[in-house]
């Protein structure tokens, strides 16, 4: 669940590919029906950015790109992000999609005590 009601914004660590800059924006969904937790943006780059909608459930932080092409999934173990499906992950143990949950959760924008 969501505990902010307003655009929450942060940074990310740096990586190989991008030294520094990594940042995110997640907007909060205004539809509570709605099982997205809302929009995030991680912006890498001038040309790197994406937007994925966020939910969580069964043990994993979900990603959802906009246009619905794809979906990854951060395992949760004991509330902290361990494993990305993404292809990034796969290679080097590391990406932007788990990088994101973990500074969300510390952040407090993700409850994942109930996943």
């Known amino acids: 669940m969501c505990n902010a009601l307003a655009l929450t914004v942060g940074s990310l660590p740096a990586s190989k590919t991008h030294k520094s800059g990594r940042r995110w924006a997640f907007l909060p969904s205004s539809d509570l029906a709605s099982p997205s937790l809302?929009?995030?943006t991680?912006?890498?780059s001038k040309r790197d950015t994406v937007s994925y909608s966020v939910a969580?459930?069964?043990?994993?932080?979900?990603?959802a790109k906009a246009d619905g092409s794809e979906?990854?999934?951060v395992n949760l173990k004991a509330g902290r992000p361990v494993r990305c499906s993404c292809t990034g992950f796969h290679f080097a143990k590391k990406c932007k999609h788990l990088d994101a949950a973990v500074e969300m959760i510390a952040d407090g924008v993700l409850d994942v005590c109930h996943a």
């Open 38 to 40: 809302g929009t995030l």
């Open 42 to 44: 991680i912006v890498q």
């Open 71 to 73: 979906v990854y999934g």
């Open 56 to 63: 969580v459930e069964d043990h994993q932080v979900l990603f």
